[in-house]
């Protein structure tokens, strides 16, 4: 209506004084409806909008890389395995540990269907039920190229995963439900897949040693590769993991491809250099052991 001349409707019984007036009062009603109109959507955005940062502020916010909204972080002792080949089922029992943490996985155990050491790392996603496991390093070395989509759904012990067309040495493909209990969900700040970069021993009778190491859920695994006494070995171990402010850790092994390493207990002095990198060192075989790590 601004910049138009109002349009007054025609009568010839109302004084011109009073037509006048009833237009300007017209005038001043639509400027007036618009302005509150206006105040009125002002004030409404203005809620919303404090609604909004009200509800960011409450809310913390998600990491899209390390955030898992399912089956959360920790250690898991394995209670029971089925097996399906060639439509044969077959029920297994084994000690078994696997570990997720910061986007990572790890797993070890005997493996009684190879008679060898079955222990694999690498990094994992949940997205909608599946855990996207993509292998990294596992018991013959570093790999790539794999990617295993593992349905797990939870439980009020742990979880249950089913991993289908699994394939082993020889063309083998099996089909496995596995069931898992919670050992533990606890937390350190060393807590993460690491790779050995140094190490540092008197020790004549190794070369070439290489070692992977998970930490999480108050756990770790271990797994070594190297050349003792000019054959080529390659070992496991698990157990619980404590540490102390002070960076003085005890790792209480329960099962190892070693036999005289299961239930021995192992004083391990170990600090984070940054988050990235951390050292430990023990003492073996009556020689002091240092080893450094870098994040995978």
Known sequence: MCGEEPVLPYTSNIPVGMVTFIAIESMLNILFQRETAMKLKSLFLASVMAALLGCSADQPPI?????NDGLPDGAYLIAGVTVTENGEVSQYSRDQ?????????????NN???QGIDVGGGDATWLNGVMVEVPRVNHNGPVSGYSFDVAIQQTDSGFEQTILGMEYPGGRLLDMVEVWDTASTSTSVFDGLWQMDVRESND???????????????HFIWLQNAIYKGE?????????????V???AVETAMISSMEDYEGTVNSVSI?????DHFTQSFTFNGELV???????
């Open 232 to 244: 080529a070995v390659k070992h496991f171990g698990y157990g619980t993991f404590a540490v102390d």
């Open 97 to 109: 540990i696997k570990i997720y943490t910061n986007g990572r996985f790890m797993y070890a155990f």
């Open 246 to 248: 002070d960076g003085n």
């Open 290 to 296: 240092t080893q450094s790590y870098s994040r995978m």
């Open 63 to 67: 990491d899209a890389v390390t955030a």
């Open 204 to 218: 004549p009778d190794t070369s070439a040693f290489s070692e992977t190491k998970m930490i999480g859920g108050g």
């Open 271 to 275: 600090k984070m250099i940054d988050e």
């Open 112 to 114: 009684a269907q190879t």
